[in-house]
């Protein structure tokens, strides 16, 4: 039987030139694959026709919005997953739900081998590739563009001498990434890092300097996930859809940074994430509300080693698996109202409420009703101190 | 001898009145310090005055600004110092460098114990009672307001029985603690955490909604150190309050939140913090820029714990010193510039350059002179991941 | 009503003084509470008369055993939890079982406070009342060796004027906490830390430097907990017990260290855990085999921080109970045979086998079969070290 | 003018027949540098004569004995380096200090390339070629064992062939790595994880099971370094080599595991470090007696990942140095004598002293002359326990 390659299909230049450059260099048989994880653009069939008109043997395509929101993005707003304290993780999250379709597809074509488009400096080779191979170790990767030398030049020529029906238009300068959850964006220019993101860089978030009114929301959380949004229940999908729209109306969700890949080298990138960075504003503060003060502390460690995990393809890996047992424990007490002003490029949480509040206004307060008692402090003090007294009396003290 | 106290004083009504409350609790004389840590208002020598006329037996005052900006506010600067990511611990850093001064008076006048007016449900007294028996184990701590039930009520009742030039105004509805660093406020509606600041609340800050032209500032910085603006050199002090001015002109430094007290409870917090938000924002970039990835990884972690030992009051412990170590041979590196728009309530970085600069072009760019050798990556991905793989195999193949 | 009051009962002189001195104090009626533990001596019912001897109005004895070694010993295997690397949190174990079934006595009788028998320098006390605050926040506690200066002298002075049931001899030269899983001593000539332990301080294990034959044994894990030893299908108090037996026998567990206590202060202690010892052990070894290398390496600090709660009384915390989570999803794989040698005051591990091994033969092989592909190594390597190198170039190079 | 290229040299067969093998694949001249990390065995000049004999344009050896005990030795017993808490990091210790002189060597003979002899499925190709990227980013690395596919066989017939002067036996059974930190085996039959090690396997420790007296060692330290055995003042080197004897003749510092290797994979290893583990054991102690608590709690973090990077081979990576600042400062104050008996396998800490003790008799004992205030005990306990208590509240009542 001939060999079959399922390949990750975008219906752009490079991923249609793959499937007839794959069956050159390989000789076998290509299944498309096209998932929807909320990138717009063209209509998901016409992206499966293109395929087979390109030469797939077959070609398949999946609405995955859900699933990637509900299982890949919540995990994130649950773990307040800011890679270097900044980046919500829109490229690397969606990796493993598309990781999980091809696998699928795979066992479905008895196929042997998956295939992606990517480049061999970036981080997406590495979560295509850690992923499947965590689902699937069986299955052989390849990525034409990096094994095979397919660069867009030779792409061009391939496509015009196959006519295949794709435009060949010289690229255009910038090299983009979207979902659901974000959109990442990178450019020659930005390649200088003293250049600073002109507005034709941002497809999702209005110029947050523009004058306009404030929007004003209530993000209700139950157990870590937003169900509704101003009190009408929302799926996790909506409250990202609608938040990337009413946040990105208000410039709220711009990122620019220079960030530590994988490979190990650094490289500037240019996010929007209105949705994402809204929700896990207000997450963040419910959380400060509901979550015990040891274990808020401990979860930011986690936070960091989970972003990273997820950033370095590792979704799939036993120890994120740990990871989301820690951080779903601490979010069984997160739930409750959180209301924002977005304007002006910020998400400002200006109140909060929940049944689950740890706020104990009777121990807070400075007025009647006071029922803090004081004269606990004294020894507090200092037997909290006492170690680092004990230690000063040798060390400083004289 | 007849016992001395020192007191840390204020010039205000609660520690104006504490001179004459100790002296009748105690019987000791009292010995009023008032520490400069940029705080504003009232000129020392007014303030020295008046500590002698509320019946103190010697009066200090110590221009403390430049002391705190370069020896308390800089290690915070280097280490990022957000407690809960958020609050750049404006009153946790002073507090060291008033008991400094408080004990090198104590010293000075041969006192055996050292007051502040601290309430007992706060964290101040722990930071105050922690740093004197680190410097002074052998000082005694007393604290009027706690130890000796000295209400509000009490402390007017006091003061104008006793004719002190002070005034005795029912209490504001804030109460306020401000440096050179940025600015603390609690008041009573704000402890409905439901309720929204509102404009009054804020002093170092401007409306970040109202229209105004934006502001750019470059930042240079030396050993994580700020050493210039916009090309003019500046001390630590210097670039604080600048920043304060331009930064908090265009609304960037409020912070509202709730956080974990060190004494259990939940409480209800606003900050403005406009230089220190902004040097910090600068410096995080710059690090992204000039730190490997394995340290800057690790550093964050250093970073949380740091910001914790200094909130909860262990500026002076054995754990702070030694992360100090670990944060300024981070820092060795950190030398640049960071260019800024300050605008709208935020300060976002769009331009960096420095000699130690660890990006690399020629490796990032995937333009012409790209020199990463893709070829690397496939023995790369394959044994990153194989520990996962091979767990794979067993957990979640089948 | 009158007050009730229950107490932790042993049946030693202290604790039974407390229940006429608190009497006294409190006017209240106390109701003793002893629990097993699986501390040996006296039979239970003994103990319960003695009580009532005493002067208690009702006197309860639980058989707690088996609830010890399957709800706090196992999850500390689970955890390889050792404070400071050494000691298997004896006391820090037993002492939220005891506070469970105080609590249920106190529910029971309609008691408003409980009482412990511990002084104010320890651990046990915070344990204790952290631990009942914890689970009965309206509960008081209260302690009369430390809040009603019950000392050891002014006890037996109590205990013969009031013709109590208990012998008043002068106090044994040490003071002793053992249970199922260990024995902890204190003893006034090991207070200088210069001193070496004698025999006599040793109950649970046999002189290791005594000639003997070696023992053997093959301790079968479920899940993390030990189910069979030699094949033998066990509860987890009985593997503990049993290897109390025969690895103390072999002089293994013996502890002597300098200990940081939660109240700041160091102390010298010298433990006796046989069982715990041999069991962590092996259970360590086992997840060498089983666990993928970075869940093992960041089990290690979550084991850490679990430890340090744990001895520091915060058993019934948030964050005890999320890192339980992530313990037990790492156990999940734990499962398997572990041989070991008993012998010379060594437990050493000889053999291990699992059919949930990620040990994999033909990949680790340097012989025939060998299946690493050695190509790989050389992309992973460059990339692995590229952040370091690019640094280095930086920083060293020259 | 010929390519040059330095090969770690060991004066065996493998590194002999890569001289010839190398100059063949690459055109190249060889120079040999054999480095003397207290491996024993053959004389320097021995091997010097014979890599010349072998082909190898110029030879070098170097005596790094105490370089290596002082500059990467004793960092580890510093930092009480314990890979996955049981592996004195034998090997990995030794692999930079050559690195420091193969990259001399290549300086010094203007050579473009360094040569090793490690396998593609180990450890030290990674921590030959990261230290050297590190160190001389222009240098090229080459192994010809993985990356010309030398095998044993074509090494044995190439030697024979050429008529090197070196004995071509079949291969021991043993594949060993050893040098004055230890000694590291490898060998057929314990890659079954169920099998024993045998008494063969062992060079550098006796039966522990054999009777004979037991030894008795204090060892003084300074700021963590060992500066005497028994009064007389040793360099680190002599510390370790003593140590290696009095504990290995009592059995002491035999490990065997499974281990968690950099390239992914699980393997099986038996080491010997008597010294090392004798020294780290009372320098753990003295830590214990001489360090704040917090600082030794954050501090045991710091040493597993210290430990974790240089088994990665990661010794001269910015993280490593950072690193190096903390454990500095950390054991400023580990000074003092620790008493240990020798016996039986086990290196057992019997007593300590110490100048900058943190041990207080006077707090500790429960003696007369006890100065802990008992009363401070009670708010520290509420305080202490008031989050866990709020939640508790919710959470757990009821």
């Known amino acids: 039987m001939t060999e079959r390659v399922v390949l990750a299909y975008s219906g752009g230049l490079d991923t249609s030139v793959c499937i007839g450059w794959i069956a050159e260099e390989t000789g076998a048989e290509v299944i498309a694959v096209a998932v929807d994880v909320g990138q717009g653009g063209e209509d998901l069939d016409v992206i499966r026709k293109r395929a087979l008109a390109c030469g797939a043997v077959a070609a398949e395509v999946a609405d995955a919005k859900d699933e990637f929101a509900d299982e890949y993005c919540l995990p994130a707003i649950k773990a307040n997953a800011l890679y270097m304290d900044r980046y919500p993780l829109v490229s690397a999250l969606s990796r493993p739900v598309i990781v999980k379709h091809l696998v699928a597809a795979a066992r479905k074509h008895g196929a042997s081998t998956v295939a992606h488009g990517c480049t061999g400096k970036g981080n997406d080779q590495v979560r295509f590739e850690a992923g499947i191979s965590a689902l699937a170790p069986d299955l052989r990767c390849i990525a034409p563009v990096r094994d095979y030398a397919m660069t867009r030049d030779k792409a061009i020529a391939f496509a015009e001498k196959a006519g295949l029906p794709i435009a060949t238009t010289r690229k255009s300068p910038f090299s983009i990434d979207q979902n659901a ?17 002109t507005e034709d860089v941002y497809a999702y978030t209005e110029d947050p300097a523009a004058a306009r009114a404030a929007d004003e929301v209530v993000v209700t959380f139950r157990a870590g996930a937003p169900v509704a949004l101003d009190g009408r229940p929302v799926t ?46 207000a997450h963040q503060e419910l959380e400060n509300v509901t979550v015990e003060r040891e274990l808020a502390r401990y979860k930011r460690q986690v936070e960091q080693r989970w972003g990273e995990l997820v950033y370095d393809g590792l979704w799939f890996s036993p120890l994120k698996r740990a990871l989301d047992g820690f951080v779903d424990e601490a979010n069984q007490v997160v739930s409750g109202d959180v209301r924002m002003t977005l304007h002006g490029g910020r998400a400002v949480v200006t109140g909060r409420r929940s049944a689950q509040s740890l706020y104990d206004f009777d121990l807070a307060t400075y007025d009647t009703g006071d029922t803090f008692d004081q004269s606990l402090s004294k020894g507090f003090i200092e037997l909290f101190g006492m170690s680092s007294k004990i230690a000063a009396k040798r060390d400083l003290a004289g």
Do not use: C, H
Not at 181 to 197: H, I, K, S
Not at 237 to 264: H, K, P, S
């Open 181 to 197: 959850f974000g959109r990442a964006v990178e450019t020659g220019f930005l390649e200088d890092l003293w250049n600073a993101p």
């Open 236 to 281: 996790v999908l909506q409250a990202v859809q609608q938040l990337n729209a009413r946040a990105g109306a208000q410039g709220v969700g711009r990122i620019d940074m220079v960030e530590d890949r994988l490979v190990g080298i650094k490289s500037r990138e240019v996010y929007e994430a209105p949705g994402a960075l809204a929700l896990i504003t």
